[in-house]
């Protein structure tokens, strides 16, 4: 879609999976077995990781509203890089 031009749905499917993950997973989840946190801080790591990620995504695409290649390789290459932050805090 993105070769073709049609960035909307570039963007779609990215803001789709994301919501998907968000919501669905979570709550297919606590259907299955109730979700139980005992210690509501170690969220508090991944989840600013996650806002940081989208952040500098939405920083690169802004300007120009397009994210070049350099673009797409910063993001590939934190992505690693939010795993790592994300699975230790």
Do not use: C, E, H
């Not at 005992?38 to 989840?47: A, E, K, Q």
């Not at 996650?50 to 509203?65: D, E, F, N």
């Amino acid at each position: 879609s993105a070769r073709r031009g049609i960035t909307a749905a570039v963007v779609a499917g990215v803001i789709g999976s994301f919501t998907y993950n968000v919501t669905m997973t979570l709550g297919a989840g606590a259907l299955a077995r109730p979700l139980r946190v005992d210690d509501p801080d170690v969220l508090r790591g991944p989840w600013i990781a996650m806002l940081l990620a989208l952040a500098v995504a939405i920083a690169i695409g802004w300007r120009p509203q397009v994210i070049k290649r350099s673009g797409g390789v910063v993001l590939l290459g934190l992505y690693p890089v939010f795993v790592m932050l994300a699975l230790v805090l």
